[in-house]
């Protein structure tokens, strides 16, 4: 079993992307619910606060949603991605990216040295503008 150079990670085959499809539109749609019912988060916050820190609350709940749309426009992307074939492929140098980041990152679309080139506001931008 030595066939293949072991420089560059193998790109992701059928079998896992098609694994990865799943855990991402599980994902999609546990965070499409949360972002549906918002107040439901700031019920919970409050709970644990007293009436002055309930605002607080509120404000907390808010930036949780926000990160969860934010992961939520991530998620579609790759979904996107994985229709046009070019899911596992690095949106920065075109190589592979190693199936350990997607595992842990089954949404990112460009590998870990090309994301420390790019803030992640940036890629984000770009990547929503060019499946837009
Ligand atoms: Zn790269």
Not at 34 to 60: M, V
Request: proline content about 4%; aromatic content about 4%; glycine content about 4%.
């Amino acid at each position: 079993m030595k066939s293949r150079s072991k420089q560059e990670a193998k790109p992701v085959n059928r079998r896992q992307i098609l694994a990865f499809q799943r855990r991402l539109e599980k994902l999609r749609d546990n965070l499409s619910g949360k972002i549906r019912r918002p107040e439901l988060i700031a019920e919970r916050q409050t709970e644990l606060a007293d009436q002055a820190a309930a605002t607080e609350g509120r404000n907390l709940a808010t930036s949780l949603v926000e990160n969860n749309h934010k992961r939520l426009q991530y998620i579609k992307v790759a979904l996107q991605a994985m229709r046009n074939r070019t899911y596992g492929i690095c949106s920065g140098c075109k190589k592979p990216i190693p199936v350990t980041r997607l595992n842990a990152v089954p949404w990112a679309l460009c590998c870990v040295s090309c994301q420390e080139n790019q803030s992640e506001q940036e890629t984000f931008g770009e990547d929503i503008a060019a499946f837009a």
